[in-house]
């Protein structure tokens, strides 16, 4: 009798209340995972038009729209806010939505936590946003923020480390909700080595988040007491080193970059097996390279910093790292082919941005092993070159991955098919504007382009122009992206429960649209 | 019941998880003395450079000749002017005495302070110091110019490849408090 | 249905093609091509000719992995596909071609860190310098002090802000120009000592293959030996504040005899 009223209660609670309320007090994984979702595409809008108040600027030679100050903010504020705003909060909210119904669990292990660590998000980023009207200006020494310069910077640079902070203790708090999720709250039978692959880069990730983002929040707190309480941890003249920062900073920056990009590689080792109606190629060895990766990114930081004068064993020891983190990415990239080799293939949506992750990121992994040489680095370093490397493997893995991954799942998530013609346009229009804007960087950074410049000489001039085009198309492919999003949720043709006809796991079991209480009572995994 | 103990594990693991964190907090400050050791070891940024006020003397090895140049500059904020020691040529093991000279521009007692450095940094760790202005704050007085000493030896370790060793000085201005002894 | 996706899948492989050929065509065409500004410059140093080499040895590879990869992939994209009647095999691993395609990228690597390594001991030997410029990065310009000639300078930019403004016609060597030129000797080994004043900056001129960072506080050292007379022009590389765009670099490389007058040149003036 208890346990009904219990249950209805639940059900009240999580149900019915309307309005705000339903997404202010949430601790239901769907909801969250929702606004989730939602609040990393707002942040993608508005970190693309600053990257478009770039892109504008730089179309022709000559200052003609912003100041160079405001130029560096823009492009300091782009890479914060699609950095920890867009990509990371994407895949937080996919781990949200997907891992309880992967995994056959009621909801995330704890789910105020849950709560809080969204809602920290708004306002972090409101404060972030914010430091553009302050005096001086936002942060403008760039996302790295490398002292002396951040030091030089106004209170814009103490709000964005105050946010920095909000938003590394969201992303903590929600990585030991999803480590807990993961270890103790699997349907019975559900073995470690029989998650899908989605859940396990996701509880690798989750491991290199708890480790670098206390690294970060130390590095600009030290930040913040040499500008305001006298410490001297990276003043020459106080027996400090300004180079310091860089190490502690990329030793948080070099993990982080993993945790942007191994989640996308765990939603393309599920949709390449669905769409290839093959089972994934080298299962243990795909968890074995995660795992791998995530170890070799805590000891390569330095091959950011190959010019800052290290002495030679140094850079002999971080160039030959870094070159190993190919062979497990390589193992990745060969495994993913394999699955599809003589499988039956598909392409709607989904595996079309399975393969276009593939073959982009591949791109960016390849010019990422030029840069790990570091005598040809000497010439690469702060160059465009280096531009286009991480929008290959951040815009072209990440992104593309993002986007993999939601018309996957959409038809689960709302019960409708979206509109596939659309989804495809969508794909090209993205794959097409994407290669057009940062190809061309290659050889402007080759021939001599440093990145974080407002203004040009004239030889760089056409493929400026042209990369600006690009980003004009990639900008606005993205208003489809909602459009099709919300024609999805508005209605179309039903989905079935299983949705994909190659699709296996848990969540293919439940109705699509999935009630707000799924797995209540656990399945049983064979 | 199996409820609970879900929640308890929940809970515990959350609570191993934050200890890490908390931990990990603290590795990002034990980076700086590790940071420290490791310049020190390898001879960058100036750490690692000896200090030996005992003035005893070391063999002098007359076979080889190394060339000292001395340069430095003035941050911004230091109302100095200073002209480097000119470059001098020693034996291994010779100790041997030069002076920079600092002149203060402005008209006002101005402290300031030598952080130095040594390039290539495989010569740091031999390059031993006996006597240096760098060991104290200096204050100059108004229009003050001021011999500032420095005594050192290269040890006779130093690595055959070494031909040329640069002693570099960046001249801060030290807090306005008191002339104190600073770290480096 | 079928007719909308084999459609798509053609289009998905002719793009491809277009792409690898346009990745092919552009990157491939190494020197012949480096006056449209798709490679490195042409190098006029030793160590910016070993940088180049490496650069172009590393770029073959990938090429060629790349094109074996992804040859196999859209291979397979094209040959087994359902509406192709392909059906799906059962497979799920293989232990020999995990070995294989562990190995073989291990091999690559090792091919790639030889002569890496062999470069790097290379340019790190900033011995037997003949003579020593010190660089000084400043808010926003560069300083330069010859230690063994007794000549020391300021160098800032000198394209007219009207240009910047776009209310003057654009000169040829548009934010690539500054007021006095460091003048070097060819054929010495010129030993660079490099620091800054300020923040961070980081002294680059492609062509020497030369970039290292300007620490305040601290040196750092290069090397460079120019082989060819000639006036070569670079920008500092790391972003120092809202002029970083504007301190650029000229190098003017002379013969010795032309070094020693231009040195006597500004000892008198
Ligand atoms: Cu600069």
């Known amino acids: ?144 923020m490398y002292p002396p310069l951040s030091i030089q910077t106004g209170m814009g640079m103490d709000m964005a480390i105050l946010a920095m902070h909000m938003m590394g203790i969201s992303s903590i708090m929600g990585s030991i909700n999803i480590i807990a999720t993961i270890l103790n709250m699997r349907a019975p039978g559900m073995h470690l080595m029989k998650m899908p692959m989605f859940v396990w880069t996701w509880l690798i990730t989750a491991f290199l988040l708890v480790t670098s983002i206390p690294v970060l929040a130390g590095a600009i707190t030290m930040l913040l007491t040499d500008r305001h309480f006298g410490t001297q941890f990276f003043d020459a003249a106080g027996g400090g080193d300004p180079v310091m920062f860089q190490h502690i900073f990329w030793f948080f920056g070099h993990p982080e970059v993993y945790i942007l990009i191994l989640p996308a590689f765990g939603v393309i080792s599920q949709v390449i097996p669905t769409f290839s109606r093959k089972p994934l190629f080298g299962y243990s060895s795909m968890v074995f390279a995660v795992a791998a990766i995530a170890f070799l990114s805590f000891i390569v930081w330095a091959h950011h910093m ?129 290669n057009i804007t940062f190809f061309p960087q290659h050889f402007l950074g080759l021939a001599g382009m440093p990145r974080r410049i407002p203004d040009y000489s004239l030889q760089f001039t056409e493929f400026n122009m042209m990369s600006t085009g690009g980003a004009l198309l990639l900008g606005l492919s993205q208003i489809l992206f909602l459009y099709i999003v919300m024609k999805a949720i508005k209605g179309g043709e039903k989905a079935t429960d299983q949705v994909w006809d190659g699709a296996e796991g848990l969540e293919w079991t439940l109705p699509s649209p999935p009630p707000a209480h799924t797995f209540t009572t656990p399945p049983l995994v064979k | 019941m199996e409820n609970t103990g879900i929640a308890s594990s929940n809970r515990k693991t959350s609570r191993w998880l934050l200890l890490f964190v908390v931990g ?29 006020t005992s003035n005893q003397s070391l063999a002098i090895n007359r076979d080889r000749t190394i060339a000292v140049e001395f340069t430095g500059s003035i941050m911004g904020g230091l109302p100095w002017d200073f002209s480097p020691a000119k470059k001098v040529f020693v034996h291994p093991g010779e100790t041997v005495r030069v002076a920079y000279l600092a002149t203060n521009l402005a008209s006002t007692d101005v402290t300031g302070k030598a952080v130095p450095s040594i390039s290539p940094t495989k010569a740091t760790r031999y390059f031993i110091k006996a006597e240096c202005f760098c060991f104290n704050n200096q204050t100059l007085a108004a229009d003050e110019q001021k011999e500032m000493p420095l005594v050192f030896k290269v040890d006779n370790d130093i690595p055959e490849s070494v031909k040329t060793i640069t002693l570099s000085y960046a001249f801060f201005r030290a807090e306005e408090t008191e002339a104190g002894d600073t770290s480096s | ?112 860190a030889i002569p890496s390594t062999e ?90 293959g030369a970039k290292k960072d300007a620490i305040p506080g601290f040196i750092n050292e290069i090397w460079t030996k120019i082989d060819k007379p000639g006036r070569y022009r670079g920008q500092c590389a790391e972003l120092c504040g809202k002029d970083h765009g504007y301190m650029p670099i000229v190098v003017d490389a002379v013969t010795e005899e032309e070094f020693e007058a231009w040195v006597q040149k500004q000892k008198q003036g």
């Not at chain 1, 595409?41 to 038009?49: E, R, T, V």
């Not at chain 1, 600027?57 to 300091?76: A, K, S, Y």
């Not at chain 1, 020891?317 to 082919?337: A, C, D, E, Q």
């Not at chain 1, 040489?373 to 490397?389: E, G, K, L, M, R």
């Open chain 2, 24 to 52: 990990m907090f603290g590795f990002g400050y034990a980076l700086i003395p590790l940071y420290d050791v490791f310049c020190e070891i390898v001879g960058v940024n100036g750490k690692g450079i000896q200090i030996d």
């Open chain 1, 1 to 144: 009798m208890t346990a009904t009223t219990a249950d209805h209660h639940d059900d009240h609670h999580d149900h019915h209340p309307s309005g705000i309320g339903r997404w202010l007090f949430s601790t239901n994984h769907k909801d969250i995972g929702t606004m989730y979702l939602w609040f990393s595409f707002c942040m993608f809008i508005i970190g693309g038009l600053m990257a478009l108040i770039v892109r504008a600027e730089l179309f022709m030679p000559g200052l003609q729209l912003v100041t160079p100050h405001f130029f560096n903010q823009m492009t300091t504020n782009h890479a914060l806010i699609m950095i920890f705003g867009a990509a990371m909060p994407v895949f937080v909210g996919l781990a949200n939505w997907q891992i309880p119904m992967m995994i056959g669990a009621p909801d995330m292990a704890l789910p105020r936590l849950n709560n809080w660590s969204f809602w920290l998000l708004p306002p972090a980023f409101t404060l972030l946003i914010g430091s553009l009207f302050s005096p001086g200006g936002a942060p403008a020494g760039g996302w790295t």
């Open chain 3, 119 to 208: 470069a790097l001991i290379r340019m790190e030997d900033t011995t037997n310098s003949d003579m020593t410029v010190k660089i000084t990065g400043y808010q926003w310009k560069w300083h330069y002090d010859y230690m063994d000639h007794d000549v020391e300078m300021f160098s800032s930019i000198s394209t007219p802000r009207a240009q910047i403004e776009n209310k003057q016609e654009k000169g040829e060597n548009y934010l690539l120009e500054v007021n006095n030129h460091v003048v070097l000797p060819i054929n010495k080994k010129i030993r660079l000592l490099i620091t800054a004043n300020d923040v961070i900056h980081a002294w680059w001129v492609p062509e020497l």
């Open chain 1, 306 to 434: 190959y010019t800052v004068g290290m002495p030679l064993a140094g850079e002999l020891f971080f160039m030959y790292s870094t070159m190993l983190i190919s062979i497990p990415t390589g193992v990745k990239i060969f495994n993913w082919v394999a699955t599809m080799w003589r499988g039956s293939m598909t392409f709607e949506t989904p595996m079309l941005y399975a393969i276009g992750t593939v073959f982009l990121f591949s791109i960016g992994g390849f010019s990422g092993l030029m840069l790990a040489i570091t005598p040809s680095d000497f010439q690469y370093h702060d160059t465009y070159f280096v531009v286009a490397h991480f929008h290959y493997v951040i815009f072209g893995g990440t992104i593309t991955g993002a986007f993999c991954a939601v018309y996957y799942w959409l038809p689960k998530w709302t019960g409708h098919m979206y509109d596939e013609k659309l989804g495809k346009i969508h794909f090209w229009l993205t794959v097409i504007g994407m």
């Open chain 3, 1 to 112: 249905m079928k007719l909308v996706r084999s459609f798509n899948a053609s289009r998905i492989s002719g793009v491809i093609l277009a792409y690898t050929a346009l990745l092919f065509g552009a990157l491939i065409a190494s020197p012949a091509y480096a006056e449209y500004g798709l490679n490195f410059k042409t190098p006029v140093t030793e160590i910016a000719h070993i940088e180049y080499d490496l650069h172009m040895l590393i770029l073959y590879i990938c090429i060629a992995i790349f094109v074996v990869v992804f040859g196999v992939m859209f291979y397979s994209i094209y040959a087994h596909r359902k509406s192709k009647g392909s059906v799906a095999a059962k497979f799920s691993h293989s232990t020999n071609a995990e070995i294989i395609w562990t190995v073989i990228p291990i091999i690559i690597l090792v091919t790639m």
